[in-house]
């Protein structure tokens, strides 16, 4: 979610299709999983999401959360809360001269090392639109960012909304030198439907999936600093506004803009 200048495409054997030739059917190694922690988001229309899995990160936060981003995050229910039909609601705001969203972690609540970390998401569309499911590792009080570690499972930039990204950021490869792959749809787009966003993580490798679908494995021999992820990670959620990823909003860009997520699910390695 740090921002990124530029992109990073490395050549590798799981190739980034964005051209019009039909995807090859992957042949992957069967790995066995355990559910281990999840939220569906089943309850009323207008609650918020359940205290005991999430807490929020509120304001906005130093310089824009380090990204000159442009919202201010709040709790209120116009931004977070359950819409009563299994999913949460995250919303971006247009409000006066300002915006307003939600950001939402389970940092001091849950944490997992390694294992399977998926998100059922439908993006929200439009110029200035940061749409992100991404871990911190649960160090980041004591080492503090990058060293602490970042991994984007899904971040969008809203003017391309048939491309997302996943990306590692850590000491000496983060901000602009992070390493990151887009993977592209050929004839859809994120915003129109749900998509389940992926991680498989060990103490390897990071592979990145799209509807199981494995676009990008990161390993520790291409990181060009320390391989941080190591460690327990927490969970975020949330919905920017602006920023040097994405560039700012326009007149066009429709308000509010909703991420919608269906479910989110950690399964460790049996």
């Known amino acids: 979610m740090k921002?990124?200048?530029?992109i990073t495409l490395m050549a590798i054997a799981v190739t980034v299709f964005v051209s019009c030739e039909v995807e090859p059917v992957q042949t992957l190694p069967k790995r066995n999983f355990e559910l281990v922690?999840?939220?569906?988001?089943?309850?009323?229309?207008g609650i918020a999401p359940n205290a005991e899995k999430w807490t929020y990160d509120l304001g906005t936060g130093q310089n824009g959360w380090g990204n000159n981003e442009l919202q201010t995050y709040t709790n209120n229910a116009q931004n977070v809360s359950l819409d009563g039909k299994g999913n949460l609601l995250i919303t971006a705001r247009?409000?006066?001269?300002?915006?307003?969203?939600?950001?939402?972690?389970?940092?001091?609540?849950?944490?997992?090392?390694?294992?399977?970390?998926e998100a059922r998401i439908k993006t929200p569309t439009g110029?200035?639109?940061?749409?992100?499911?991404?871990?911190?590792?649960?160090?980041?009080?004591?080492?503090?960012?990058?060293q602490c570690g970042e991994i984007d499972i899904m971040e969008q930039k809203g003017k391309f909304s048939n491309i997302t990204y996943g990306t590692i950021h850590g000491p000496g490869y983060s901000g602009g030198e992070a390493i990151s792959t887009p993977y592209a749809l050929q004839n859809s787009r994120f915003d129109t439907d749900f998509y389940v966003y992926a991680v498989e993580w060990n103490e390897s490798q990071i592979d990145f999936f799209v509807n199981g679908?494995?676009?990008?494995?990161?390993?520790?021999?291409?990181?060009?600093?320390?391989?941080?992820?190591?460690?327990?990670?927490?969970?975020?959620?949330?919905?920017?506004?602006?920023?040097?990823?994405?560039?700012?909003?326009?007149?066009?860009?429709?308000?509010?803009?909703?991420?919608?997520?269906?479910?989110?699910?950690?399964?460790?390695?049996?």
Do not use: C
Request: without cysteine; glycine residues 12%; hydrophobic residues 35%.
């Open 3 to 6: 921002h990124i200048n530029k």
């Open 37 to 45: 922690w999840s939220d569906e988001f089943e309850g009323d229309s």
């Open 94 to 117: 247009k409000t006066g001269s300002g915006y307003t969203s939600a950001r939402i972690k389970t940092q001091g609540i849950f944490t997992q090392q390694y294992g399977k970390i």
């Open 213 to 270: 679908y494995l676009y990008r494995r990161i390993t520790p021999s291409e990181v060009k600093g320390e391989w941080v992820f190591n460690q327990p990670f927490f969970m975020i959620l949330n919905v920017a506004v602006g920023g040097n990823f994405g560039g700012p909003p326009n007149d066009n860009t429709p308000f509010p803009g909703t991420m919608s997520i269906d479910y989110v699910r950690v399964y460790k390695f049996k």
């Open 127 to 146: 110029a200035g639109m940061w749409p992100a499911f991404w871990m911190l590792g649960n160090n980041i009080t004591s080492v503090s960012w990058p």
